[in-house]
T-cell receptor, first 111, second 114 residues
Framework: DAKTTQPPSMDCAEGRAANLPCNHS???????VYWYRQIHSQGPQYIIH???NNETNEMASLIITEDRKSSTLILPHATLRDTAVYYC????????????FGKGTRLHILP | DAGVIQSPRHEVTEMGQEVTLRCKPI?????LFWYRQTMMRGLELLIY????????DSGMPEDRFSAKMPNASFSTLKIQPSEPRDSAVYFC????????????FGDGTRLSIL
């Protein structure tokens, strides 16, 4: 029972911002939004997470709508190395030790 | 800092043989997770441990699969006997205590059962 909905694939030109959407319309008040990515032949890699405020780190920015029913992961200047499957996950602290991965979005960065 | 270390990286064996996959979590991490990834089913959680104690093994496919964590720095996932449908990439991950903490994954073991 997936809690999130993501497009199966997206393209983005190298050097442009990649904006990856995620719908989580049934998110609860105490659930966080997490993003991971998986580059081919590697294990998933944590990117960022947030509750309701926008978050930024060295890898990406996370924009969460005011009603928290959707979010967008932004890679500000995409490079070919950002080609990967990106997973959006919702998870509640102190309840969900485990992560349930959906199918994610396959992001292709085009040269 | 060393990340999660898995061995072997690749394993090819004949069906019926015992397979043992190994994982060394990040030092100080309280949780350890075993996942399996296939094209058909994606990334599935098999079992996870908290402070070396198995918490949830509901994802373990059947009795042929077993996992142990004898100490905080080592875990094994064993398949006996192995079958061709067990072919997959198996990942181990670890995290600190606190469900807010991200999981850190190893590079996986690519298992092929002939």
């Amino acid at each position: 029972d997936a809690k999130t909905t993501q497009p199966p694939s997206m393209d983005c030109a190298e050097g442009r911002a990649a904006n990856l959407p995620c719908n989580h319309s049934t998110i609860s008040g105490n659930e966080y939004v997490y993003w991971y990515r998986q580059i081919h032949s590697q294990g998933p890699q944590y990117i960022i997470h947030g509750l309701k405020n926008n978050e930024t780190n060295e890898m990406a920015s996370l924009i969460i709508t005011e009603d928290r029913k959707s979010s967008t992961l932004i890679l500000p200047h995409a490079t070919l190395r950002d080609t990967a499957v990106y997973y959006c996950i919702v998870r509640a602290p102190f309840r969900d030790d485990k992560i349930i991965f959906g199918k994610g979005t396959r992001l292709h960065i085009l040269p | 800092d060393a990340g999660v270390i898995q061995s072997p990286r690749h394993e090819v064996t004949e069906m019926g043989q015992e397979v043992t996959l190994r994982c060394k979590p990040i030092s100080g991490h309280d949780y350890l997770f075993w996942y399996r990834q296939t094209m058909m089913r994606g990334l599935e959680l098999l079992i996870y441990f908290n402070n070396n104690v198995p918490i949830d093994d509901s994802g373990m496919p059947e009795d042929r699969f077993s996992a142990k964590m004898p100490n905080a720095s080592f875990s094994t996932l064993k398949i006996q006997p192995s079958e061709p449908r067990d072919s997959a990439v198996y990942f181990c991950a670890s995290s600190l205590f606190g469900s807010n903490q991200p999981q850190h994954f190893g590079d996986g073991t690519r298992l092929s059962i002939l």
